[in-house]
């Protein structure tokens, strides 16, 4: 978190219209194949500029959109949430249905330059990948958007409602740098929108098995700091109880407590969805899960072969950090420890934190360093029938399922004002590839901007033009 006094234009919005005539839009044929190469050398243009955060410095990325929309002519606004911390947003306005956000972040994670093929922040084309930090997470998904956003503006086919393009600082670490921020700053942004796309959900490719999931809820994060205070001494002549060993106590009791497992609604659609993609015994358990949940045998098998989906089915928690004393020789007054739980979206958070307290014991004191609230966003909706046919031509074999998801994004910002939000990416991510969201050679191949491109904007201009933008359909 860096904050400062000194920068009086904090939180103050700016807005930047383009200068009338520089290029009006007209009415054009979209050709295709010439946005899917802007789109590819945006993405790489985008990759090159360090939105590592901490620190973040999403100015940068924000200024790289606003270039684009002074160029094509399109009003934004932007802001800066603290200094260096960039967002900027875009709309097309369009006929009273709802309006739709199409949201991305711009920071990305640290890199480890030692561990990658090339550099993290090359954005180089290589043997049909474009290779960087935030190619999977999630500069791709933002390139999509602005494609789309473009397209639209460009050919000046009417709107049924309006389109907003948002690009925000600060999702690694929480959001509330961007999209936290612009949802108390300037909740007039989100007046008439109902519906949201981020990222979250998306296609996997298994040796040629597509399977995309469109995210509809989320785990909810509590992140809880512990604290134990006893008396100091002397590590040469020990008590009989203080701090560390208070603290030792309680986490023993807690890792060895199991909360509840239990299927709720929406896990048990994501399962049955998914089912058919397994190998026995799995494909049987995803199809009736509700007869296994109460199986400890079962879901300790499912945690060793995916702790993912096994996360779906009680509240977790990770003991993560701790905080002994600073020399080895002192035994501390205080010691702390945090640890990272995540709910099911239909837990009552005051209830699981009581059951957190009472397994930590009195000698720990507890407390909530951040924690969101739950929230799920319907699937019958036009967007959600949308999207899905336009994956499904695209992909005929492809499965498509509703999911609820471990982590968490920025979208639980937007389900709280009762906008439907979907995790969506239009890619369909080589499972090898996977593994480079937060890790080493993250990378995205070139057939997935190319035809994510297309699939974007045919959602988009279904769900929100009121005719056709591409020729082909
Ligand atoms: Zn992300």
């Not at 009338?20 to 945006?42: I, K, R, Y």
């Not at 399977?211 to 809820?217: K, S």
């Not at 134990?228 to 008590?239: D, T």
């Not at 779906?312 to 004393?325: A, H, K, P, V």
């Amino acid at each position: 978190m860096q904050r400062s006094v000194s920068r009086i234009a904090l939180g103050l919005t700016v807005m930047f219209t383009a200068i009338a005539g520089t290029s009006a839009p007209v009415a054009a044929q979209l050709d295709l194949e010439a946005l899917q190469d802007e789109a590819l050398a945006w993405l790489q243009e985008y990759i090159r500029i360090n939105t590592i955060n901490p620190p973040g410095n999403e100015v940068e990325s924000a200024g790289f959109f606003a270039r684009i929309f002074e160029a094509e002519g399109i009003t934004y606004e932007m802001a800066e949430s603290a200094p260096g911390r960039g967002n900027i947003w875009a709309r097309l306005e369009g006929g009273d249905e709802p309006g739709i956000v199409l949201l991305h972040h711009m920071d990305v994670v640290p890199a480890d330059a030692r561990f990658w093929t090339s550099d993290p922040l090359s954005g180089e084309l290589r043997d049909g990948y474009v290779y960087g930090r935030g190619a999977l997470d999630t500069k791709t998904s933002g390139i999509l958007h602005l494609a789309t956003f473009l397209a639209l503006h460009r050919t000046a086919i009417p709107l049924t409602r309006d389109v907003v393009f948002m690009a925000t600082a600060d999702e690694e670490a929480g959001g509330f740098f961007g999209a936290g921020w612009l949802v108390e700053n300037r909740p007039e942004i989100f007046e008439g929108i109902g519906f949201l796309l981020n990222e979250g959900g998306g296609g996997s490719d298994v040796d040629g098995a597509i399977n995309f999931g469109l995210e509809v809820t989320q785990k909810v994060p509590y992140w809880l700091r512990l604290t134990a205070r006893g008396e100091p001494g002397h590590g040469s002549r020990p008590l009989v109880t203080y701090a560390s060993v208070k603290m030792i106590e309680a986490l023993d009791r807690f890792r060895r407590h199991e909360f509840e497992a239990r299927l709720i609604p929406a896990v048990d659609v994501h399962f049955r969805g998914m089912a058919e993609g397994y190998a026995e015994p799995w494909r049987s358990r995803f199809e009736n899960f509700g007869a296994v949940i109460g199986d400890a045998g079962v879901l300790r098998e499912l945690q060793l072969y995916d702790p993912g989906l096994h996360a779906l089915t009680r509240n977790t928690c990770s003991i993560t950090r701790f905080e002994g004393s600073e020399k080895i020789n002192v035994v501390s007054p205080e010691v702390a420890a945090e640890i990272d739980c995540r709910l099911l979206p239909d837990q009552d958070p005051d209830a699981w934190l009581a059951e957190v307290r009472r397994v930590l014991g009195s000698e720990v004191e507890v407390e909530v360093l951040m924690g969101f609230t739950p929230a799920v966003s319907s699937t019958d909706t036009d967007l959600y029938r949308t999207v899905r046919d336009v994956t499904l031509e695209e992909f005929p074999d492809a499965g498509f399922v509703p999911q609820v998801v471990g982590g968490f994004t920025d979208s639980h910002f937007f389900r709280d004002l009762g906008i439907t939000s979907y995790g969506y990416t239009a890619t369909a991510t080589p499972s090898a590839d996977s593994g480079g969201v937060h890790g080493n050679d993250e990378r995205v191949t070139e057939e997935n901007v190319r035809r994510g491109v297309a699939m974007t904007l045919r959602i988009l201009e279904r769900f929100a033009a009121t005719r056709p933008v591409m020729e082909d359909h």
